[in-house]
């Protein structure tokens, strides 16, 4: 794999905060963090699998179809969006 350092840019923290607490607490273990460069503004992307879930964590996402995107927008996430996200 080709190392090349990405910077994504002016991430809101309260947001990003929040998420990764909320993924902590519905027994998310680790995380990737990828980044997309774009022309307007840059984007993140938070991913993780079951692997990376506590047993408890895998119970919480039972049901959730896998590999899908939801783009994190200024307000805060609904349970529904983070159920969508915690794929």
């Known amino acids: ?21 909320e993924l902590y607490n519905r027994g998310v273990d680790y995380i990737d963090i990828n980044g997309i460069p774009g022309r307007e503004f840059d984007k993140m992307a938070i991913v993780f699998t079951k692997e990376y879930m506590t047993e408890q964590g895998r119970k919480n996402f039972e049901g959730l179809e896998e590999d899908v995107d939801l783009e994190i927008k200024p307000n805060k996430l609904t349970d529904d969006d983070l159920n969508i996200l915690l794929n």
């Not at 794999?1 to 607490?21: G, W």
């Open 1 to 21: 794999m080709e190392n090349r350092e990405i910077t994504i840019q002016k991430i809101p923290l309260d947001k990003l905060i929040d998420t990764l607490v």
